[in-house]
């Protein structure tokens, strides 16, 4: 039924580079199992209904996913195949060109968890098949990765619908070990109870699907502490390496500033704010505020707990952490250099047009 509805719906544009993955895989013995007409279709009409344009193919073969995802995506995205075999990611470069997707796609090799930390900006939608059973060791960062709002499709959840209905039993466990129906149940359930992500699965053909929630909004009250995205003593003296850093851990240390003074910018009610350490301790962290709701990579959240998260987390580590909070007033980047932060100017990039994407991503509530 699934491919007489696939057929129905225009029939699978991309059934030779399907066939080309099946033989592949029959002649290499390796994990290269395609996701199959229905799955990408259904796939490309989540990309075409989020407009995705900005997409990530864990685990992309031959490439079959990558050319349904760009196809769906049209003719601005560019989508990202990662793929841990040199072989199966120099085969899809060629296979790419000669579909006339050369434009559309490119390629990394490397495993996704190796791949996606070296990644910049933040994705529209992810699709993952680099995992079966185990809750994949990538997930976090991938998330990371995704805007809010963002969608990641995932294959591989018949597995989900085969240990709850206690199928197909023997036949996982060749490539999963034994155990696998619980493993993935515990991905499931992981994925469920998750607070920065809804997940959906559908049965057929069989498709899991998590949204990425909006960013922290005013009544979101436990805003997360700067520190917690400290960068390494590497990212301090490497602006280039901070800059490679996903948009939040980027936007809450090293360019908190930034992002405040752009969030002013749009809203003249707010100030900027600096919450400065005494000498000899580390812990600035700069935000905007109204005086009751203050702004920062959390999204909006109120000043008083926003203080009090980087107050605690700072004299957890040390207990007698004292600081200031320093107004700015007058010329900014006089504020930024006064404060020990760089002015914008000195970032790799345009770092205002970063920081406004950002704020677009996160603010649907201000
Ligand atoms: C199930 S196949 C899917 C192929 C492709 N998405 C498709 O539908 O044709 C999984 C692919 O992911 C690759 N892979 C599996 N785990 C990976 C990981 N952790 N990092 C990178 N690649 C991985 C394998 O080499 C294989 O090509």
Redesign the pocket.
Known sequence: MNDQLLDLAGGDRFADVRQL?SEHQKDHG??????GGPVMSTVAGIVRSARAQRIL?L????G??TLWLADAAGPACHVTG????PD?TQDATLIAAQQGFADRISYLTG???DVLPTLTGTYDLIHD??WFADKPDHLDTALDLLRDGGTMTMASWFLLFDALTQSQQEKWESFAASGWQQRTVDYAEHLATRSDIAVHWITSPPVGIATKLDGPSVDLGSPMAATSFRRTPEQVADVVLAWQRPDRPFFAAGACHILARQFTRRHPDFTIVAIRPKPGWSGNHVFATNGTQAFDFNGMSSEADLIRANVEASRAESPDWEFELIPATGEFDAFCRSINCRTASLYPGDVEARADNFINSITSAV
Do not use: P
């Open positions: 993955s390796c994990g290269l199992h395609n996701a193919d685990g992309s073969g031959l079959y996913s990662i793929d841990a075999d199966h495993t996704v968890a098949d680099a």
